[in-house]
Nanobody, 120 residues
């Protein structure tokens, strides 16, 4: 079992920055990768990016590439989403999700989400 808890959301002005955290606990040694997703009001959930738990390599959606950075602090089992140049369209509920084993074909552990609001 892996538990995920996000934190760091809130209100920010357009053009500003914010860092979200995702603290993992439980059997974190089995996690191959962790991702960030977001869901804006009235829209489908959207993939933001992911990071390989051990290698630390990351990939990003085109909508955030160059503005968002995912990093990992292995000692704290925490993954960060650093967001810069925020735009009102980044307003959403942000979730982290993990694949809890190498055989998992989808992200099967999810946090409760943290809300980000970008004011214009």
């Amino acid at each position: 079992q892996v538990q995920l808890v996000e934190s760091g959301g809130g209100l920010v002005q357009a053009g500003g920055s914010m860092r979200l955290s995702c603290a993992a606990s439980g059997r974190t040694s089995l996690i191959p990768d962790l991702a960030w997703f977001r869901q804006a009001p009235g829209k489908e959930r959207e993939f933001v990016g992911n990071i390989k738990w051990r290698a630390g390599t990351s990939t990003y959606a085109a909508s955030v590439k160059g503005r968002f950075t995912i990093s990992i602090d292995s000692a704290r089992d925490t993954v960060y989403l650093q967001m810069t140049k925020l735009m009102p369209e980044d307003t959403a509920l942000y979730y982290c999700a993990a694949r809890t084993s190498i055989s998992a074909t989808s992200f099967d552990s999810w946090g409760q989400g943290t809300r980000v609001t970008v004011a214009s």
